[in-house]
C-alpha cells in the first residue's frame, strides 16, 4: 500500500534495443549510464539527467590539464603575481615619517623565496607568503635589537655633552668647602676655571683686584665663603693696607702681579685636575657602554618574546609548505604528530 502524502515516481519505458546497420545494440554501459542517472524532483515529476561518458571523460581530461603552470616561463610569470600588485608588500613594509623600510629591498627578498620553493596553487603561495613575513618581521626585530644598544651606549655620550647644572647643595652646605668639592668633578672644575678666566679679565682691565670683582666673586658663589674667595679678597686687604710703604703705582704693580701669578697657578692646576677627571670619566664611560651592549632585560625579554613568536611561525609554514610539495610530488607522507600540553 502507498501512504497518502507519497507520490509514486513514474519510471521509464524499458528501452529496446535498436539495431544499426550492422546489427549492434546499444552499449549495455550506456543504458547502465541511463538508469543510474541523477534524478531532479521538479513539481510532481522526476526529471532524470542523462550524463554519457564523453562527457565524462571530458571532464577528467580538464581535470588533468588543471594543475597550474608547467614551464618555467609559467610559473615565473605566476609567481610574481602577487608582487605585481604590491599588495602583500604594502601590508608589510613599515612607511613612518622617520622609519621608512624600502620596499624594494621586501620586493627582493620575497622574489628569492618564490624562486627558492617554487609555490604551486594558491595555498602553497599562502605558506611562501608567511615564510617572507615572518623573516621580514624577524629582520625588524634585529634591527630594533640594534637600536636599543645604540640608544643605550650612546646615552652616556649625550648626558656628558648636555650636563646639568650644578646642584644648589654644593653652595649652601656649610660644613664643606665649596671649591673643594667643585674639584672633585668635571663640571665644578669647569665652573672653577670659568670665576677665575673672568677674574683675570677684570684684573688685566682694571690693573687691580676692585670691590666690584671682589662682590662679583662672592656672588658666584651665592655669597658664601670659601678657600678661593678668601684667597683672592686677602690679596685685596693686603694691597689696600701697603704695609711695605709703596708709592701708589708701585703697590698696585706689586698687586697686579700677584693676583695675576695666583690666578694662573691655579688655572694650570684646574686644567690638570680636568684633564685627571676627564680621563677617569672615559673610563666609566667605556665600562658603562660594556655593560650596555645587551638590552636592559625588560626590553631583551620583549625582543625575545617577538623573535621567538615568528621563529614558530616561520617553521610552522615551512613545514606545512614541505609536507604540501612532497604529497604534490606523489609521495606518501604520514600525518603529522602533535601534542597539547596543558598545565595542571
Known amino acids: 500500500m502507498i501512504p497518502?502524502?507519497?507520490t509514486p515516481t513514474p519510471t521509464a519505458e524499458p528501452m529496446k534495443p535498436t539495431t544499426t546497420n550492422g546489427g549492434d545494440a546499444r552499449s549495455t554501459q550506456e543504458t547502465a549510464n541511463r538508469r543510474d542517472a541523477c534524478s531532479t524532483r521538479t513539481g510532481r515529476k522526476v526529471v532524470r539527467y542523462t550524463t554519457s561518458e564523453k562527457v565524462l571523460s571530458a571532464n577528467r581530461r580538464n581535470t588533468l590539464r588543471s594543475t597550474g603552470p608547467r614551464t618555467a616561463k609559467g610559473k615565473a610569470v605566476s609567481r610574481m603575481n602577487a608582487v605585481k600588485h604590491g599588495i602583500l608588500s604594502t601590508e608589510v613594509v613599515v612607511q613612518g615619517l622617520r622609519i621608512q623600510e624600502r620596499e624594494d629591498e621586501f620586493r627582493a627578498l620575497r622574489d628569492r623565496c618564490w624562486h627558492s620553493l617554487a609555490p604551486v596553487g594558491p595555498v602553497e603561495e599562502m605558506l611562501v607568503d608567511r615564510i617572507v613575513t615572518a623573516q621580514?618581521?624577524?629582520?625588524?626585530?634585529?634591527m630594533a635589537e640594534t637600536g636599543e644598544i645604540v640608544l643605550s651606549v650612546d646615552g652616556g655620550l649625550r648626558r656628558r655633552a648636555n650636563r646639568d647644572p650644578l646642584p644648589l647643595g654644593i653652595f649652601m652646605d656649610k660644613r664643606r668647602d665649596a671649591a673643594v668639592q667643585m674639584e672633585k668633578s668635571t663640571q665644578g672644575l669647569d665652573y672653577l676655571k670659568a670665576v677665575l678666566r673672568s677674574v683675570r679679565e677684570?684684573?688685566?682691565?682694571?690693573?687691580?683686584?676692585?670691590?666690584?670683582t671682589c662682590d662679583q666673586l662672592l656672588r658666584r658663589f651665592i655669597n658664601e665663603p670659601n678657600y678661593l674667595t678668601r684667597d683672592l679678597l686677602g690679596y685685596r686687604e693686603r694691597f689696600l693696607a701697603n704695609k711695605d710703604g709703596l708709592s701708589p703705582e708701585e703697590s698696585k704693580a706689586n698687586h697686579q702681579r700677584a693676583?695675576?701669578?695666583?690666578?694662573?697657578r691655579k688655572l694650570a692646576e684646574y686644567e690638570e685636575l680636568s684633564r685627571r677627571s676627564e680621563d677617569r670619566d672615559d673610563k666609566e664611560e667605556t665600562a658603562r657602554q660594556l655593560a650596555n651592549v645587551l638590552p636592559a632585560a625588560a626590553v631583551l625579554d620583549k625582543i625575545l618574546r617577538y623573535e621567538g613568536s615568528l621563529e614558530r611561525q616561520l617553521y610552522r609554514a615551512m613545514n606545512q609548505l614541505e609536507r604540501l610539495q612532497r604529497r604534490r610530488e606523489g609521495e606518501e607522507v604520514p600525518p603529522p604528530v602533535t601534542m597539547q600540553l596543558s598545565r595542571g
Open 4 to 6: 497518502n502524502d507519497v
Open 136 to 142: 621580514w618581521r624577524l629582520r625588524r626585530a634585529l
Open 259 to 264: 693676583v695675576m701669578s695666583y690666578v694662573e
Open 202 to 212: 677684570d684684573v688685566e682691565r682694571d690693573g687691580e683686584l676692585t670691590e666690584a
